[in-house]
């Protein structure tokens, strides 16, 4: 890749390169044997000096399989699905929405849709090769469509009085020309378009690299998200930071023609903050790697034992460095659709939380910092006392 799929710069700069890195990181897999020769590619993250927009230039979409077994849900934890029935009770609210249509294109398993019903919208139509209408009963089951589909020109007629997008459009390569599609599809309506990603800024700032996996091949911060929608033209109303500052929320809808070009939002950094932050992050890679080797070594030496909680994409990357994998003795979570399978790369089975009981963990290590009180009540609940710790 020698252009910004962003913006068509040729100003890219790359900053980080992993090789060996596991193709997909929610695909469920049933032999660990197949879980520990799992294909491999790499990340080659550069970023566009131009509009600030990081793209692994490595990234095969070939490599990359969506499908029935790709397991990403994160709705099981009551955190998180207090956060999204919340923030579809917003969209709903504040965007008119009550009675009306969404579309909602990268749906996932679905709940997000049923939520935005469930608090007033009329019916929808969701959009993911790997959603399970099974998992959605209720009264809100028959007033939605799925399609277990990719969003293409294909479905540019499909009824929308708003489009909603979450955690998708960092999975696209080509991301200008997926969100002219959507511009497409709007025309000349005005109707919201609402998106949900993760958060670029934090990655850096914390050297989270556990977030950096083969399907997140774009890498938005605030700014260059709103850049990207003004240049598919788009007006962006908001962009914002949510979920403890770890997504970003963007409001937008069809640009009214005008000579003027918008000033930034609050939320928008300028590109150079953006290349400030990469500049040395592979050094501080390798440090946030020795420190974390060294904690897992030293449970260990003292004969204790170290379990991961979590069993999504943030878990596939921790694991796919050597010294971490073999420092970490289980990996639990609490979808019970993950249960009993292995992690692509590593090749960890995934335990359910009950089974703790037997191995008695000295460390328990969070992939993600919100969940804090919700698993150490699980815990205690058990009747494990560990020291509980997140990435």
Not at 74 to 93: D, I, K, M, N, Y
Not at 178 to 186: C, G, K, M, N, T
Not at 341 to 352: I, N, P, Q, S
Request: aromatic content about 10%; proline content about 5%; some cysteine.
């Amino acid at each position: 890749m020698t252009q910004c799929p962003a913006c068509g710069s040729p100003d890219l700069e790359g900053f980080f390169r992993l090789d060996e890195v596991p193709t997909n990181s929610c695909l469920l897999l049933e032999d660990q044997d197949v879980a520990r020769s799992f294909p491999r590619g790499r990340l080659d993250l550069a970023t566009c000096r131009t509009c600030g927009f990081i793209t692994n230039r490595a990234f095969d979409p070939a490599l990359a399989e969506y499908s029935a077994r790709y397991e990403e849900t994160q709705s099981f934890s009551p955190t998180f699905a207090a956060f999204g029935r919340s923030l579809a009770s917003e969209w709903v609210r504040d965007h008119g929405l009550e009675g009306r249509h969404v579309l909602e294109i990268g749906c996932g398993k679905g709940e997000f849709l049923a939520w935005m019903v469930e608090a007033g919208a009329g019916s929808g139509t969701g959009i993911d090769p790997g959603v399970h209408p099974e998992r959605i009963t209720g009264d809100t089951a028959d007033r939605i469509e799925w399609i277990a589909d990719l969003y293409d020109d294909r479905y540019l007629h499909l009824e929308a009085d708003a489009i909603v997008c979450r955690h998708t459009l960092e999975h696209i390569s080509p991301v200008r020309d997926f969100l002219a599609r959507i511009r497409r599809h709007v025309g000349s309506r005005d109707i919201p378009v609402l998106f949900e990603l993760p958060d670029t800024m934090r990655v850096l700032d914390e050297v989270a690299f556990w977030d950096l996996y083969y399907e997140h091949c774009s890498y938005f911060t605030a700014g260059s998200l709103a850049r990207l929608f003004r240049r598919c033209g788009f007006e962006v109303a908001d962009v914002k930071l949510a979920y403890d500052d770890q997504y970003l929320l963007l409001e937008a809808s069809a640009a009214v023609d005008s000579d003027e070009y918008p000033s930034p939002l609050e939320a928008e950094e300028e590109v150079d903050e953006v290349l400030d932050r990469v500049d040395g992050f592979a050094a501080r890679y390798d440090e946030m790697v020795r420190t974390w080797t060294g904690r897992l070594t030293a449970v260990r030496a003292r004969g204790g034992r170290t379990v991961l909680w979590g069993g999504g994409s943030k878990a596939v990357s921790f694991l796919s460095v050597p010294t971490l994998s073999g420092g970490v003795d289980a990996v639990t979570d609490i979808n019970p659709n993950k249960q009993g399978r292995y992690l692509a790369g590593a090749g960890h089975e995934v335990l359910a939380p009950g089974q703790l009981r037997d191995l008695q963990p000295e460390l328990v290590v969070l992939a993600n910092p919100i969940y804090l009180d919700e698993v150490a009540a699980d815990l205690t609940a058990m009747g494990i006392e560990c020291e509980v710790a997140a990435l």
